[in-house]
């Protein structure tokens, strides 16, 4: 059963209560939903505790982000350790947010890998292309680049536990415009030769997810791509009531194919 991964990150929106709100009419929603959909949460750390009892074990439970060392003089950070320790499924990193506002790059998103596989978390590991990459016609190039460093020495049964999200950098938040639907096919189409040239076989089972100005005019062209085996959704996944015919969409997608 092939399973595609839908879910969304909260960024730096919604109180405890806000979200306790949130997982319960969600846990009603997923429990009727067909299983080959994967869902997950990344709300922000202070949530993450309550929202642990509160979420259904069946729905993933994600961070924002994470420190690769266990521990340290790291005024301010998260580690790996602490996160295992709330029963954190997942950890997101290397959203562009991160990288444009706090200076994160490649190398330190690669110790980050590195430490979530070390703990049995799954990284969702974010790459895109700016603007001005795919002003230049570079956007493969900096995918490749962002995708080797990020993946360097991950071996190939590591592999099989990571997540892309593949999130162009123009596309993201209120003011990026929505992707087409066949540039995105064949930006998945290349992480997907790039996955393959790093990992062999492996390669072809990871599951790369689309983000930026996901919507409900836009989710399921986007999930048409052979490549595309997710979605990372914002703004239109923090309300319920504009996330649930989304993904009642992608219910009756999965059902037709
Ligand atoms: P939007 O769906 O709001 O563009 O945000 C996408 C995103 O950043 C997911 O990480």
Known sequence: ??????????????????????????????RDKDERMQLFIIPPYTSLTTLRDELDSSILLGAQNMHWEDEGPFTGEISPSMLKEIGVDLVELGHSERRQYYNEND??????????LGKEMIPLLCI??????????????????????CLKNISSSQAKNVLIA?????????????????????????IRKVLVELFGDIGQDIKILFGGSVNRGNAIDYLKGSNVNGLFIGRS?????????????????????
């Open 1 to 30: 059963m092939k399973k595609i991964f839908i879910g969304t990150n909260w960024k730096m929106h919604k109180t405890i209560k806000e979200g306790q709100e949130y997982c319960r009419e969600l846990n009603r929603i997923a």
């Open 107 to 116: 190398i330190d998103l690669n110790k980050k890998v590195h430490a979530a």
């Open 128 to 149: 895109g292309e700016k603007l001005e990459d795919k002003e230049m016609s570079i956007s493969e190039e900096s995918l490749s680049i962002q995708l080797k460093i």
């Open 166 to 190: 593949y999130e162009p950098v123009w596309a993201i938040g209120a003011g990026g415009t929505e992707a087409p639907a066949d540039y995105v096919h064949k930006m998945h189409d290349h």
């Open 237 to 257: 996944a923090w309300d319920l009531e504009k996330f649930e015919p989304i993904l009642n969409d992608i219910e009756q997608f999965l059902q037709l194919n």
